[in-house]
């Protein structure tokens, strides 16, 4: 897989991935994910370890709504240090199962409600946040990330306290007048209106990379310098004609090899040139 950013679009394994993520960190719920695959569905196959090819390391898919449906699957998810979501991934996959079906098709491995879950990318932005609403540890923020990440609308934008940051260190969003602040539902329609005020209908992906971005732990990601040899510096005359040059033509896009900073703020600066 190449480097950058990708995102699970499989609609089920979303919406349980992102229900796993409340009130948690990136590092807990991607091992909550792996513990529930691997206690759940069969190894699918085996593959050398990367960092130890003589070690082979098992690799087992997503289980079904139908595995996750039954009535003991939350206990079992809450010996896997699950707390609080056990029971919300327990009661949304029966939800699923009783409303959908579980189904397969011979020329298709997803179950009904996996086929359910993925039709709503044909439906209204409203109409499948409505519906996702409607299940078990889904509020709003879980519902448009499962929206934008899976189902195809590119320009919602999840909202929560980092995303707001972003709003208010880039785009001029106003400073809370307190230095705790509270999510309410004013404060991220206000927040989601900015940011698609300020991104268009690509506001939802624009929305990640910045996310992304600005994690600790994407500092230093892909920064290593340049092979490539180095030009010399321009005599000032020479400097003056490309200055001359460049006033007079289109902005070009902005590279981390043509611009230094962050992510961010490369973003905000090549907006303002437009």
């Not at 991935?17 to 069969?42: A, E, G, H, W």
């Not at 179950?111 to 409607?134: I, P, V």
């Not at 000032?236 to 200055?243: F, M």
Request: proline content about 8%.
């Amino acid at each position: 897989m190449s480097n950058g950013l990708h995102a699970t679009r499989h609609p089920w394994e979303n919406l349980v991935s992102f229900i796993c993520s409340s009130n948690n960190n990136i590092s807990r719920i991607t091992k909550m994910v792996q513990d529930l695959c691997n206690y759940f569905s069969p190894a699918l196959l085996h593959l050398p370890d990367p960092s130890n090819p003589d070690q082979l390391l098992p690799y087992h898919p997503f289980p079904p709504p139908s595995v996750l449906s039954s009535s003991d699957v939350s206990a079992t998810l809450r010996t896997l240090g699950f707390g609080y979501r056990a029971g919300f991934i327990q009661k949304t996959a029966k939800l699923l199962v009783d409303a959908h079906g579980s189904n397969t098709l011979p020329d298709d491995p997803r179950e009904d409600s996996e086929r359910w879950l993925h039709s709503l990318r044909n439906t209204s932005t409203s109409e499948a946040r409505e519906e996702l609403l409607k299940l078990m540890g889904v509020g709003r923020k879980v519902a448009d990330c499962i929206l934008l990440m899976s189902l195809d609308k590119k320009e919602v934008v999840p909202v929560d306290t980092h995303v707001h940051q972003i709003a208010v260190k880039y785009y001029g969003m106003k400073r809370p007048g307190s230095a705790k602040m509270t999510m309410t539902p004013k404060l991220y329609e206000e927040v989601n209106t900015k940011l698609f005020s300020a991104w268009g209908d690509y506001a939802g992906w624009a929305h990640s990379v910045m996310f992304t971005a600005d994690l600790k732990s994407f500092a230093d990601h892909n920064t290593t310098p340049s092979s490539s040899p180095q030009k010399k510096a321009p005599t000032p005359k020479r400097k003056r004609e490309e200055q001359l040059k460049e006033e007079c033509l289109p902005t070009p896009p902005i590279t981390p090899e043509l611009e230094a900073g962050s992510l961010a703020e490369r973003v905000k600066r090549r907006r303002g040139a437009k």
